[in-house]
């Protein structure tokens, strides 16, 4: 199974399918990405891959690590998200319950991550 690498320039959108797919497929998936941009969109699409899975009566939860990486000879510090499926029951009814928003919402900045 391969790292899904995420950059500021991702269209989070795609990565959720990435995500999505990689879920249905292995019951995990490995997201990586590089500086505050990147990380942004790598949470976005992790929450998209959320509506998409939920559909699909598929629940998934994530923990964020700081991992090093090598580029070009330089050492980065990367964070990565670990998703992998679990029972939705397990899921607290605060999560289990909460509405999920618009693709459009997310993609075009309007999601009020605060709520």
Known sequence: MEIIKVSARSRSTAVAGAIAGVI?????????????????QAIKAIAIARGYLQEDGIAIVCVPLFTEV??????RTAVRFTIWTVDPSALPDSVAAASLRSRDEVEDGAFDWSS
């Open 70 to 75: 090598d580029i070009e000879g330089a050492e």
């Open 24 to 40: 249905r497929d292995w019951r995990q998936a490995d997201v990586q990405a590089i500086g505050a941009s990147a990380v942004n």
